[in-house]
């Protein structure tokens, strides 16, 4: 089928299809018509030959029309008909969607695709448990290389060679053999995929077909047998990579031959069309390499220089390698290497394996197989090697190196006669660990998985072989890697038997290997058993263990054991034994069932026995001799050691042990371990002795040695302390105390100084209850007799003292006695002891146990109180201050008592009045609280002594005497004199005499005593009797308004400021009114009276007139005026000169001026005294009747065409100019306004309500020149003007105001001499000062360069701006200088002056120079004349310059710019001759220097201004 993602083929490839292409056609055209199909044969014609032969075969009209079609509907053309393939159908239809009327037949022909055998490898390898299935493809070439040796006499040597060195070509892996090799029609059938050993045709020719003859039975299956299906090698090379090339000669051929494969060329053939399975073999001589052109094959020129000499062999190179392969080959090659050497251990080292404790390496027993790895990289990597018999890690040479005994059997399988051999290998654990190998794999495999869940379960941890199967399953003598089985009945922990006691974990130290041959079905990659578990266990097979290579009851055999490895099993195929007919014959031995888990399991006890070792002695202490050991040679050397450790236990010294299987079962505690033999440290043994100290000693006091393995490890530590204490109860456990007078004392008994203990009657008992006086019979029988010892020790602060000791022997009446104790006295801590002694030795333990004791804790405290005494109390006392008296209690023994209850005391002294408050108790005293003693004393600095009694009725001794002094007391009250009433003339002070009191009346004086008299409306006066208690206070004078003349009363206050708890002391006092001035009256013309602080209105600038006042003293009478009395007469409004006394001893005074202003209002004020006497007022003018119209403007300037800013406000006003607010609302319409210039259409008038006057509003100016203008405001018959001064407008234009003489020329870099002066000017031509604005002068066009002083400019106060041209530089031509300003970004036009600028004759502007330009310049001669013009401006040739001015400039180097280094040689010009140009600069006979190279020469004119530089030459 076409497919669009193909190239299109080539001219030649069409050729050749159209030669070989058959087409068939059905004609569809006509419906009811059989319908056959024609087959063409279009040859080499195109498509439109095609269609002539297509006219004439089925007759079509010349104009009839059809088309062509595929069965698909695909209308051909010229270039789908070019890509029709081979055997195609087509219809001839109508139209591309005519139906068919009948059915028709279309030919195909199907071939598997390529990707079947390429793709192969990847499907059969998928599945790779975790592990990189790479060994595995490179195991079945090893298969075929084994197959192919399996008939040589000599060495089998298979070679596998990595070839990753990219010098030598691109990567590449080669198998080489030395086996019998293939002809070219075995090669062909390599090819072949799924063609198997059994239907293979390995000759051209029938008659020398031999067929396919099973091997005969070997030992483990060795038979070289696994080259089977056909499939495995196909499988492998394209896993590996994408190209094989098979290099293979038989033996007796003189031919080599070579067949590739590729995956390039599957496509290749697929894309052309052709047959894809079809290739060719190549046949040539041995050596001959000169097919091989391609570079990255250059490393197989090398590998078939190695066939000469070679009798046979075969090569697989593979290449195209995957690169993940190459990094697993070269990061992982001890791993992949292991792997192989695991698979093929038995091929490798024979049916025994490899034991690496076996120092025979005897040939003639090994195998002739070997397996040589290589692996080559680029340089300086070093080649690596690897020989599969140096492999010393393989799981096979692991479990067969650590298995310490070994266990075979056969099992028969009774359905097909096959036979398996098996071994198991036990691996003890030794020491403190498992001899199990561990396979990483196995251990990754299992972390990879994630099923912990198991792995803390019992019987599960620690376990040597895991979850790990027993048995490594091996085909044929190789490895089938992903199948392995778990276990069998009888070597189950779960399932076995109670002939022999095996521990649980030893069903875990032992792995096994199964040997089968080809009756067990492998699948075709040989990862897996199809069915041998399944067949292992089936019912009827017969298990048999073997011995010394034999089965019990046989007298021969012929099948024998096998080795070990493990994985998991996968897929299967059909048993090709049955295909064939062909059937390996079980061995003649007759199988016979024996019991052969009896067999087991007495192999594994017998492991367990004599191989494991888990006893660890541990804490090495010495070698010893014992004597106690009857033979006298195993009596020296025993090791003691401190610890040991077995079965994960750790058993120490002094740890509690229980024997077993001893008579008498012995309980103690371990003394130390014995271990026969001269060991010096840490240990493993079987098994050792174990010395016990015997539990209680106390009892036995003696040790046993027993066998470690007597310890009984089930038992616990508390069911053997139990059995300790069993004993421990016969022993004397406590002693029991009894009373026999009664009031016995307890535990921390407190009792009365004197109170007698006792009498006790002591008792010892042991656990159970009975009463001992002498020790249980130990182990010799032996009679010890106990006493008790009696002590009272009393404990002091800083020691103790032992008071009384005595010892009690048993009596057989009394027991243990002792009297009473009555000497008990001393106040304290006691403790009374009772101990348990040994009559002769007095010792308190026995057998390492402290025997009973007792012991008695008490306290004597004070008896009943009987008296007292008087406790510290301070000699000087105060009346009425509360004092303590303390008493101290006393019992019979003067120790302090606690006081009796309900104690009343007494207090008597004579010409003093005694109390308390209350009595406090406090332990043993007794506290009278809060005394108090009341009475008259001689003074605050005397003091009287008396006796003071205290009685406590109830007491022996009930009275004691105290002397106390008393003083006078605390102040209580204050005292004042005189009493009430008191008068006093107002103005006048006031004296009072207090005193301070105590509670009974004595004065007293204390610190900080002070006075302090309040007298109503007055400042405090205090006074200081801290000294003498008694003081006179004088207050200051009194001064009152007295109102109307009325006496007023006022109150005193006493107190003591620091004594808040002393009541006050009040006191009335009656001031009478005075007769001083107390009050003034102003008044007007004897009507008007004026009121102080009074606010008079008053026309302003009027005045107030005839002000007279009168005085009156506080009886409210009026006081005559004197000149005494009227110069203390003030008036703010005159200064004292200016006002007439006279007129004030009359009572007149000055008249008042009041202001013009309205907002003006005044203060004014009449005093007598410096203001102790006052009356005040104000007086608010108020404005007059109006006089004129007033405008007020914001500003007086305003631009021309602009508004006025702000209003104008117009009020009527006084002839002050006070706002008389007399205008209405109606009056805008009677208002004008007048000026020139005004434009009237903006203005308008507006009433203001809140200021009764009228807003102007719109003023603006629209021509005229700027000046003062007058505006005339007029309403009615008010006239109003103001001056408002009018300045230019908005800046609009620039004006040219002087500038140079025209038509303007000037000569080029040549200034103008007269100044631009530009004007700033409003649109109506008035000159504008506005300083904002900036004027830039510019040329145009800007090829002109004009230099000015200043290219913009703000313009100056007038609005002028100034531009002085000093050059302008330029071609000749005609320019303009443009003017042009800005204001607030805003351009402003402003005028332009035309410009003509002429070329200047006198000004140079270049240096011609003229030499011979054939000229040579040999070194050391001369340089042509040069000849030097000065060029002015217009062209011509200037001649006024100075010679000097001319300079040649000379230096070594390329040209170096405008300017010459300044390394340059400076030659002067030479005098002209006379046929010579004038107007030229000549430098003759200048020596060329004498270096040779390139020089550079330049030409220089010096002017006042500059310097001019030629080209450089």
Same mark, same amino acid.
């Given at each position: 089928m076409f497919n669009s993602g193909v190239q299109r083929p080539s001219a030649s490839s069409l050729?050749?299809?159209?030669?070989?292409?058959?087409?068939?056609?059905?004609?569809?055209?006509?419906?009811?018509?059989?319908?056959?199909?024609?087959?063409?044969?279009?040859?080499?014609?195109? *498509?439109?030959?095609?269609?002539?032969?297509?006219?004439?075969? *089925?007759?079509?009209?010349?104009?009839?029309?059809?088309?062509?079609?595929?069965?698909?509907?695909?209308?051909?053309?010229?270039?789908?008909?070019?890509?029709?393939? $081979?055997?195609?159908?087509?219809?001839?239809?109508?139209?591309?969607?005519?139906?068919?009327?009948?059915?028709?037949?279309?030919?195909?022909?199907?071939?598997?695709?390529?990707?079947?055998?390429?793709?192969?490898?990847?499907?059969?390898?998928?599945?790779?448990?975790?592990?990189?299935?790479?060994?595995?493809?490179?195991?079945?070439?090893?298969?075929?290389?084994?197959?192919?040796?399996?008939?040589?006499?000599? #060495?089998?040597?298979?070679?596998?060679?990595?070839?990753?060195?990219?010098?030598?070509?691109?990567?590449?892996?080669?198998?080489?053999?030395?086996?019998?090799?293939?002809?070219?029609k075995q090669l062909k059938n390599w090819a072949v995929y799924r063609l198997s050993k059994f239907n293979r045709e390995d000759s051209t020719f029938a008659s020398k077909q031999d067929g396919y003859v099973r091997p005969k039975p070997v030992r483990r299956s060795l038979n070289s047998d696994i080259s089977y299906f056909g499939v495995g090698g196909k499988q492998a090379v394209f896993y590996i990579g994408d190209s094989t090339r098979m290099i293979s000669k038989s033996v007796g051929s003189p031919d080599v031959h070579e067949l590739v494969l590729s995956q390039e060329g599957f496509e290749r053939r697929e894309r052309n069309q052709e047959d894809v399975y079809s290739e060719i073999i190549t046949n040539r001589k041995p050596g001959d390499s000169s097919h091989v052109n391609k570079d990255d094959e250059h490393f197989l020129h090398a590998l078939i220089a190695e066939e000469f000499g070679k009798e046979s062999f075969t090569a697989v190179v593979i290449t195209g390698v995957l690169p993940e392969h190459i990094t697993f080959l070269k990061q992982d090659f001890e791993v992949w290497t292991r792997q192989l050497a695991h698979i093929y251990h038995y091929y490798i080292h024979g049916v025994s394996g490899n034991d690496l404790r076996s120092s025979s390496m005897n040939s003639d027993y090994l195998p002739k197989i070997d397996i040589q790895i290589t692996l080559r990289e680029k340089p300086p990597r070093c080649p690596r090697a690897m020989n599969l018999k140096e492999v010393d890690d393989d799981m096979q040479t692991l479990y067969i190196s650590n298995a310490a005994e070994t266990f075979e059997f056969n099992a028969s399988i009774e359905q097909d006669g096959g036979t398996v051999e098996g071994v198991i290998r036990y691996h003890p654990f030794l020491y403190d660990k498992e001899t199990y190998p561990k396979d990483p794999y196995?251990?990754?495999?299992?972390?990879? $998985?994630?099923?912990?869940?198991?792995?803390?379960? @019992?019987?599960?941890?620690?376990?040597?072989?895991?979850?790990?199967?027993i048995f490594d399953c091996f085909w044929n003598g190789r490895l089938i890697p992903y199948t392995t089985v778990s276990e069998f009945e009888w070597c189950s922990w779960k399932t076995r038997i109670k002939v022999a006691e095996?521990?649980?974990?030893?069903?875990?130290?032992?792995?096994?290997?199964?040997?089968?041959?080809?009756?067990?079905?492998?699948?075709?990659?040989?990862?897996?058993?199809?069915?041998?578990?399944?067949?292992?266990?089936?019912?009827?097979?017969?298990?048999?263990?073997?011995? $010394?290579?034999?089965?019990?009851?046989?007298?021969?055999?012929?099948?024998?054991?096998?080795?070990?490895?493990?994985?998991?099993?996968?897929?299967?195929?059909?048993?090709?034994?049955?295909?064939?007919?062909?059937?390996?014959?079980?061995?003649?031995?007759?199988?016979?069932?024996?019991?052969?888990?009896?067999?087991?399991?007495?192999?594994?006890?017998?492991?367990?026995?004599?191989?494991?070792?888990?006893?660890?002695?541990?804490?090495?202490?010495?070698?010893?001799?014992?004597?106690?050991?009857?033979?006298?040679?195993?009596?020296?050397?025993?090791?003691?050691?401190?610890?040991?450790?077995?079965?994960?236990?750790?058993?120490?010294?002094?740890q509690l042990v229980k024997s077993q299987k001893t008579v008498p079962i012995l309980y103690g505690s371990v003394v130390r371990f014995l271990l026969y033999g001269d060991y010096k440290g840490d240990v493993f043994a079987s098994g050792g002795q174990v010395e016990v100290a015997l539990e209680p000693k106390a009892l036995y006091n003696k040790t046993k040695t027993i066998a470690i393995s007597k310890i009984d490890k089930t038992t616990t530590d508390e069911a053997i302390k139990k059995n300790i204490d069993n004993d421990s109860e016969k022993l004397p456990e406590k002693l029991k105390v009894d009373w026999p007078d009664g009031n016995p004392w307890p535990q921390n008994a407190v009792r009365p100084a004197g109170t007698p203990l006792g009498s006790l009657k002591i008792e010892?008992?042991?656990?159970?209850?009975?009463?001992?006086?002498? #020790?249980?019979?130990?182990?010799?029988?032996?009679?010890?007799?106990?006493?008790?010892?009696?002590?009272?020790?009393?404990?002091?602060?800083?020691?103790?003292q032992q008071l009384i000791t005595c010892v009690a022997q048993h009596s057989a009446k009394w027991g243990f006695w002792f009297k009473k104790i009555e000497t008990l006295t001393n106040l304290g801590k006691y403790t009374l002891s009772l101990n348990t002694v040994i009559n002769e030795s007095n010792a308190t333990v026995f057998g390492g146990r402290k025997l009973p004791s007792y012991e008695l804790k008490f306290t004597i405290k004070e008896g009943s109180a009987e008296s007292f005494v008087i406790d510290a109390v301070s000699s000087t006392l105060r009346v009425g201050v509360p004092f303590d008296i303390p008493l101290l209690i006393k019992d019979g023994y003067d120790h302090s008592a606690m006081p009796p209850p309900n104690l009343t005391p007494v207090l008597k002294c004579s010409g003093l009045d005694l109390s308390y408050e209350k009595v406090e108790i406090n332990g043993t005293t007794f506290t009278i609280r809060s005394v108090k003693a009341r009475g008259k004393v001689l003074n605050y600095q005397q003091s009287k002594t008396y006796d003071l009694?205290?009685?406590?009725?109830?007491?022996?001794?009930?009275?004691?005497?105290?002397?106390?002094?008393?003083?006078p007391g605390h102040p209580h009250s204050i005292h004042v004199t005189p009493d009430n009433p008191l008068t006093v003339e107002n103005g006048n002070p006031v004296k009072f005499n207090v005193e301070i009191h105590d509670e009974a009346g004595n004065i007293t004086a204390h610190p900080k005593q002070t006075i302090r008299c309040q007298v109503q409306g007055l400042a405090p006066v205090s006074t200081d009797c801290s000294s003498t208690g008694a003081v006179q206070l004088v207050t200051k004078p009194i001064n009152l308004k007295i109102i109307k003349g009325e006496p007023q009363k006022l109150k005193v206050q006493f107190e003591m400021p620091s004594q808040k708890n002393i009541a006050l002391v009040m006191r009335e006092l009656k001031v009478l009114p005075s007769t001083r001035v107390s009050s003034m009256v102003l008044c007007s013309d004897e009507k008007l009276v004026l009121r102080n602080n009074e606010k008079i209105e008053w026309l302003a600038g009027g005045l107030l007139e005839n002000l007279f006042y009168k005085l009156y003293d506080e009886a409210g009478r009026e006081v005559s005026l004197t000149a005494e009395i009227a110069s203390s007469i003030k008036v703010n409004w005159r200064t004292t000169e200016d006002v007439n006394l006279e007129d004030l001893v009359q009572g007149k005074l000055p008249d008042v001026q009041v202001p013009t202003q309205v907002h003006e209002e005044r203060f004014y004020q009449v005093s007598y005294q410096d203001q102790s006497v006052s009356v005040s007022f104000n007086i608010v003018p108020r404005p007059d009747e109006p006089t004129r119209l007033k405008a007020t403007l914001p500003q007086n300037t305003v631009k021309l065409g602009e508004t006025l800013p702000g209003n104008i406000n117009l009020e009527l006003v006084d002839q002050y100019d006070n706002v008389t607010k007399t205008l209405t609302s109606t009056c805008v319409n009677h208002m004008t306004v007048e000026a020139e210039g005004l434009d009237k259409s903006t203005i308008a008038f507006l009433w203001q309500e809140s200021s009764s006057s009228v807003l102007v509003t719109g003023i603006r100016f629209q021509s005229g020149t700027p000046g003062s203008r007058e505006?005339?405001?007029?309403?009615?018959?008010?006239?109003?003007?103001?001056?408002?001064?009018?300045?230019?407008?908005?800046?609009?234009?620039?004006?040219?105001?002087?500038? @140079?003489?025209?038509?303007?020329?000037?000569?080029?870099?040549?200034?103008?001499?007269?100044? *631009?002066?530009?004007?700033?000017?409003?649109?109506?031509?008035?000159?504008?000062?506005?300083?904002?604005?900036?004027?830039?002068?510019?040329?145009?066009?800007?090829t002109l360069k004009v230099t000015t002083a200043v290219i913009s400019q703000p313009v100056n106060a007038e609005g002028k701006a100034s531009f002085t041209v000093n050059s302008v530089s330029g071609p000749k031509g005609y320019y303009q200088l443009e003017f042009k300003g800005s204001f607030n970004k805003k351009p402003i036009p402003g005028p332009s002056v035309n410009l003509t600028v002429i070329p200047d004759p006198n000004k140079p502007v270049s240096l011609s120079v003229e030499y011979d330009t054939n000229a040579k310049f040999p070194a050391g001669g001369k340089f042509p004349v040069f000849s030097v013009t000065v060029v002015s401006d217009v062209g011509s040739p200037i001649k006024t310059f100075n010679p000097a001015a001319v300079s040649m400039l000379l230096w070594k180097g390329v040209p170096s710019g405008k300017t010459p280094p300044q390394t340059a040689i400076e030659l002067k010009c030479s005098k002209p001759m006379e046929n010579e140009k004038k107007h030229c600069f000549h430098f003759r006979d200048k020596e060329i220097p004498e270096h040779v190279g390139k020089h550079t020469i330049q030409f220089s004119l010096c002017t006042s201004k500059k310097v001019l530089f030629s080209n450089q030459v």
């Open positions: 050729q050749e299809r159209r030669v070989c292409r058959r087409i068939c056609v059905y004609d569809c055209r006509f419906a009811n018509k059989e319908i056959t199909g024609k087959w063409l044969e279009p040859s080499r014609l195109d *498509f439109n030959g095609f269609l002539r032969i297509l006219q004439q075969k *089925f007759k079509i009209h010349p104009h009839e029309t059809y088309v062509l079609a595929t069965t698909d509907r695909t209308v051909l053309d010229f270039d789908k008909f070019e890509e029709l393939p $081979n055997s195609s159908t087509i219809y001839l239809l109508q139209h591309e969607n005519q139906a068919l009327s009948v059915s028709t037949q279309e030919h195909i022909k199907f071939t598997p695709h390529y990707d079947t055998l390429i793709q192969s490898g990847i499907y059969e390898y998928y599945a790779s448990e975790g592990q990189n299935p790479l060994p595995y493809a490179l195991a079945e070439l090893i298969d075929n290389a084994l197959s192919a040796t399996a008939k040589n006499t000599g #060495m089998r040597t298979i070679e596998i060679r990595m070839l990753f060195d990219e010098t030598l070509g691109k990567p590449a892996v080669i198998v080489l053999d030395n086996g019998c090799g293939m002809t070219s196995a251990v990754q495999a299992s972390s990879d $998985n994630g099923d912990d869940d198991n792995d803390n379960e @019992p019987g599960v941890l620690h376990e040597a072989r895991g979850k790990r199967s095996v521990p649980e974990e030893c069903y875990s130290r032992f792995s096994g290997v199964l040997f089968t041959d080809d009756r067990f079905q492998v699948s075709t990659n040989k990862l897996t058993f199809r069915d041998l578990e399944l067949k292992l266990k089936n019912k009827n097979t017969i298990f048999t263990c073997v011995v $010394n290579g034999q089965c019990p009851q046989e007298k021969s055999s012929e099948v024998t054991s096998l080795p070990d490895q493990v994985s998991k099993s996968v897929t299967g195929r059909k048993d090709q034994s049955k295909t064939t007919g062909l059937q390996l014959h079980p061995s003649p031995i007759k199988k016979q069932r024996s019991n052969i888990q009896k067999e087991f399991t007495q192999w594994l006890k017998n492991c367990h026995e004599k191989w494991d070792k888990k006893v660890k002695f541990l804490g090495y202490k010495e070698t010893i001799t014992r004597t106690d050991v009857p033979t006298k040679k195993m009596q020296q050397p025993w090791a003691t050691f401190s610890s040991i450790e077995w079965d994960g236990k750790i058993y120490r010294k002094g010892i008992v042991n656990k159970k209850g009975e009463s001992l006086s002498r #020790m249980p019979a130990g182990e010799k029988g032996t009679v010890i007799k106990l006493n008790i010892e009696l002590t009272v020790v009393q404990h002091g602060p800083k020691e103790d009694k205290v009685t406590l009725p109830g007491l022996k001794t009930d009275t004691q005497t105290l002397k106390i002094s008393l003083l505006m005339c405001f007029t309403y009615t018959s008010y006239v109003e003007r103001v001056i408002i001064k009018v300045t230019a407008g908005v800046p609009a234009q620039l004006k040219l105001v002087s500038e @140079p003489e025209k038509p303007l020329q000037v000569l080029n870099d040549r200034g103008i001499t007269t100044p *631009f002066i530009i004007q700033l000017c409003d649109k109506w031509g008035n000159p504008s000062p506005d300083q904002r604005v900036v004027v830039e002068l510019t040329s145009s066009p800007p």
